[in-house]
């Protein structure tokens, strides 16, 4: 009701305009929710549907998810080229240097 009423924009970094981007955030939630709940059609076309809502509707998560994909790869890529982790016993002096600590 509030964010309806606003004659102007907020003022940018102020608390009413944190309100107003997280009330518009909820506000493209339900739209989301709503549109999946009225998708009745086959399983696959329901899928493809529902990936092309959700693009539109949230093109940053598409963007973020390949970033976190890519820096994934990149980690495994790396550890995979140092090859394995080997594990071995602690010899008596060393377990005497952690005693010690």
């Known amino acids: 009701m509030f964010y309806d009423k606003l004659a102007a924009p907020p ?19 339900q739209r989301f929710y709503l549109a999946l709940a009225n998708l009745h059609q086959n399983p696959k076309e ?3 549907t529902f990936d092309a809502y959700k693009r539109a509707m ?20 790396k550890a995979f080229r140092q090859g394995p982790i080997v594990i071995r ?3 008596d002096k060393e377990k005497r ?3 010690d600590d």
């Open 11 to 29: 003022r940018p970094g102020s608390l009413q305009e944190a309100l107003c981007i997280l009330v518009q955030r909820y506000r493209q939630e």
């Open 46 to 48: 329901q899928q493809e």
């Open 58 to 77: 949230y093109p940053y998560i598409e963007a973020s998810g390949k970033r976190h994909r890519d820096r994934t790869r990149e980690i495994l890529d």
């Open 89 to 91: 016993p602690l010899s």
């Open 97 to 99: 240097e952690v005693k």
